[in-house]
């Protein structure tokens, strides 16, 4: 639970987009392919050719980009990178898609 009235609760929303991680990299990064615990995809944020350096945990869901140095620790931050959106916008518009409360 959030400490205060309206403020995201980031790690509910992660445990739950966690839980839901395979329906939504097959929806954001539909040429992937799972290899052991790991996803991986081409980028679709620069002219990636072929997966390889784009690897989602998907136990953990952290990811990253080891082509171009960028990562993150949690499914709220691919949310962000990928849509282009501040953590908060990707916070709130995953907690909309899992049907959760983002407070």
Not at 24 to 47: I, Q, S
Not at 56 to 70: E, K, L, P, Y
């Amino acid at each position: 639970m959030s400490e205060r009235p309206g403020q995201i609760d980031f790690a509910r929303i992660n445990v739950a987009a966690l839980a839901a991680l395979p329906a939504l990299l097959a929806r954001w990064l539909p040429d992937g392919k799972w290899t052991g615990h790991e996803y991986v995809a081409r980028n679709p944020k620069r002219a990636d050719r072929r997966p390889g350096s784009f690897k989602i945990n998907g136990r953990t869901g952290c990811w990253g980009d080891f082509a171009i140095s960028v990562r993150g620790g949690d499914v709220v931050s691919l949310g962000a990178y990928l849509g282009g959106l501040s953590q908060v916008e990707a916070a709130q518009g995953l907690a909309r898609a899992l049907g959760i409360e983002p407070s």
